[in-house]
């Protein structure tokens, strides 16, 4: 079963400092996309940063980029000039295959690491 | 403006009275599916569609009933609702391209839902 990881459930940065949020996933598959998803005490979630697997290069999204290891299963979050509204729970997620026709569209996303900000 | 609705926000019920959350998107996507939150667990899916009158389960899809009949709605049906079902439940839509989910999860606001 595929699975995502993550081993921190509390992660504190000091504001404009720099943190990183550790993920680690298990997939058999080859191609495959892996998301970061924000969810500040709204509720709502907010897609922060994606990266397509077969793409090498590292995604990045102003002050949000991933450090992305394919054979290690490894998929972190940096976020750099930490603000106070950084302040959220944050969801690593993968995308894996399943149903009937092996085809996409089964997210599976990790426990979660809640981030605060001091300033 | 781009979005998801959920029905009702907020819910309290009892032991076995059948209730239907409600989830309407306005961005033509083909892809929608459903999630409970946990403390603790993050977002568990529960079932999902790739398109109209396609479903299929996710991983805590026990308790729960789906339907796609129209590309915009994807009714979460509870037939006899129970306490370990007391969650935080969200949809979400998407575009899929070749069956594969590669677009942004667009996610409503959530339903949190109390079974008594």
């Known amino acids: 079963a595929q699975t995502v990881t993550q081993s921190q459930p509390e992660m504190s940065v000091q504001e404009a400092e720099t943190v990183t949020l550790s993920c680690t996933y298990d997939?058999?598959?080859?191609?495959?996309?892996l998301f970061w998803y924000k969810q500040p005490p709204s509720r709502q979630m907010i897609l922060v940063i994606r990266?397509?697997?077969?793409?090498?290069q590292n995604a990045t999204e102003n002050r949000f980029s991933v450090n992305f290891q394919k054979a290690a299963k490894s998929f972190s979050l940096k976020i750099s000039d930490s603000q106070l509204g950084d302040a959220a729970m944050y969801f690593c997620a993968s995308e894996g295959a399943s149903g009937e026709y092996n085809q996409g569209g089964k997210l599976i996303f990790g426990q979660g690491t809640e981030l605060s900000v001091k300033p | 403006e781009a979005q998801v609705t959920q029905n009702p926000r907020y819910l309290i019920t009892v032991t076995g009275k059948k209730l239907t959350v409600t989830c309407s998107q306005n961005m033509n996507h083909e892809y929608m599916s459903w999630y409970r939150q946990d403390p603790g667990l993050g977002l568990r899916q529960i079932y999902y569609?790739?398109?109209?009158?396609?479903?299929d389960k996710g991983d805590v899809p026990e308790g729960y009933k789906v339907s796609r009949k129209e590309k915009r709605n994807f009714p979460l049906i509870l037939e006899s609702p129970s306490p370990n079902q007391t969650s935080l439940y969200f949809c979400?839509?998407?575009?899929?391209?070749?069956?594969?989910?590669?677009?942004?999860?667009?996610f409503g606001e959530g339903s949190r839902l109390t079974v008594l």
């Open positions: 569609s790739m398109n109209v009158e396609v479903t």
């Open positions: 997939t058999s598959e080859s191609d495959y996309y």
């Open positions: 979400a839509s998407s575009l899929s391209r070749a069956g594969e989910l590669s677009g942004e999860l667009f």
């Open positions: 990266q397509e697997a077969y793409k090498q």
